[in-house]
């Protein structure tokens, strides 16, 4: 009964290092997405992933890379992580890039030195 | 350029009482609209939503109402209680462009005993 998963919880990282965060469903969903949580501005959409095989970009897709590895998985990818990426990261999913609503992880605190 | 506004970062309220909690838009194209509650070190959760063919949305509690004349919602939580104390999130999206969610800023309720 877990829904959505993501790994690891907490990170620290180096300016410069490289990180992937990832996102495991078992909903058995088709759509995957990856936000951002800064304060005071909400979720942002960084990419999304309609169905296995296809990523797009989102509102904020610049410094991130993501692949959808298959129906389960979706992570997201820092090469060359800076402190304007530190965040909090949440990934979630849908059944279809047509359906609401979509369910949430609990997220990755993401901080950059 | 935030095209959903939520203008109250935070909301006291006695338990019993009615919350009021409002959004503004500004993007005549949203035809969905969600309310998520988020607890600490958790992802959001959704609450209720409306489309935008409806002025109401009713579901327990909670009530959504939308002015489409005036790029409005808000949700009415009734009567409130110290669980609900969360940061609450509102959404919009346009179900024709991959109805990806465009959200606000959020608003912290803390309900009181």
């Known amino acids: 009964n877990a829904g959505v998963t993501q790994t690891p919880k907490f990170q620290v990282l180096k300016t410069g290092q490289s990180m992937t965060l990832q996102c495991a469903q078992d909903?058995?969903?088709?759509?995957m997405y990856w936000y951002r949580q800064d304060p005071g501005m909400g979720l942002r959409l960084i990419y999304y992933?309609?169905?296995?095989?296809?990523?797009d970009k989102g509102e904020v897709p610049n410094g991130y890379n993501v692949s959808r590895l298959n129906k389960r998985e979706f992570s997201l990818r820092l090469e060359s992580a800076a402190p304007s990426q530190t965040s909090v990261y949440f990934c979630a999913t849908s059944w279809d890039i047509s359906n609401q609503p979509q369910h949430f992880g609990d997220g990755t605190r993401l901080s950059i030195l | 350029d935030q095209q959903v506004k939520q203008n109250s970062p935070s909301l006291s309220v006695q338990e019993g009482r009615i919350s009021i909690l409002n959004c503004d838009y500004t993007?005549?194209?949203?035809?969905?609209f969600l309310w998520y509650k988020k607890y600490p070190a958790e992802g959001p959760t959704f609450l209720i939503s409306i489309s935008s063919i409806k002025d109401k949305n009713e579901d327990g509690r909670f009530t959504v109402f939308l002015n489409k004349s005036a790029k409005h919602l808000s949700l009415h939580i009734v009567p409130s209680q110290p669980g609900d104390s969360a940061v609450y999130f509102c959404a919009a999206s346009i179900k024709a462009a991959g109805n990806k969610l465009t959200f606000g800023g959020g608003t912290r309720v803390l309900v009181k005993p």
């Open positions: 909903m058995n969903h088709n759509s």
């Open positions: 992933s309609a169905s296995e095989g296809t990523t």
């Open positions: 993007n005549s194209m949203f035809d969905y």
